[in-house]
């Protein structure tokens, strides 16, 4: 895949089982944060965002989590399912730009 | 709609030879950016495009150039290919999604400099 060669993190979990995805993001500037899945030979999917005046939002299956006093991003993947195994990227991107700065990714790999 | 399309999928070069690869965003979207995405480097932002003009760039030399059409298909071209070009190229096309524009990505062309 697209990843082979990065020591990405890892995280493995069983099938059903809850699973949260960390990013940490480092522009302070950043004021609009997205969650991309992205499964081999594809491009990133897009998974649920969030602006900086909010601390949390949810979606179908998934919640992202915002700490701006830490720069911490996560997402939480509920009753996660085998086609839930992909990799994660979270992206930043600033107020007045247009560009999409990605963080490293996280290999997530669910066990049935 | 129809999501985000790049043409060609897989692509096969040599060093010293110049590509074209093409984006067609979601109907209704005007803005388009590309991606380099590699194993060393990750995602990396090359440009993006908005009603046919260059909006934003990012790091990378000027070999990588980039254009958009007034239908808002967008090309973009890498000069005098390097070994080190080998990638995914994505392409993504802004808009609303829900409360927010976000940006929206196609499968990605695969390029291998040989």
């Known amino acids: 895949g697209e990843n082979v060669g990065l020591h990405l993190p890892t995280l493995s979990v069983q099938e059903g089982d809850n699973s949260i995805i960390n990013c940490a993001y480092s522009n302070s500037a950043s004021d609009y944060f997205i969650w991309y899945k992205q499964e081999s030979g594809k491009g990133p999917q897009f998974i649920i965002d969030?602006?900086?005046?909010?601390d949390k939002r949810q979606g179908q299956r998934v919640t992202v989590l915002l700490n701006k006093t830490v720069k911490h991003l996560s997402l939480q993947i509920a009753a996660t399912q085998p086609g839930d195994s992909a990799v994660y990227f979270c992206a930043e991107e600033e107020t007045s730009g247009s560009r999409l700065t990605f963080g490293e990714g996280t290999q997530l790999t669910v066990n049935p | 709609k129809a999501g985000v399309t790049q043409t060609p999928r897989y692509l096969i070069k040599t060093r010293g030879q110049q590509v074209t690869l093409s984006c067609s965003p979601i109907?209704?979207?005007?803005?388009v950016s590309w991606y380099q995405q590699t194993p060393g480097q990750g995602l990396q932002f090359l440009f993006e495009y908005f009603s046919e003009t260059q909006r934003n760039k990012g790091n990378f030399p000027g070999r990588f150039s980039g254009r958009q059409f007034s239908n808002s298909r967008s090309e973009m071209n890498v000069s005098t290919l390097e070994l080190g070009d080998s990638a995914l190229y994505l392409c993504?096309?802004?808009?609303?999604?829900?409360?927010?524009?976000?940006?929206?990505f196609g499968p990605g062309t695969r390029l291998t400099v040989l």
């Open positions: 109907s209704g979207h005007r803005s």
């Open positions: 969030i602006r900086s005046n909010m």
């Open positions: 993504a096309s802004r808009g609303l999604a829900g409360a927010w524009d976000t940006q929206y």
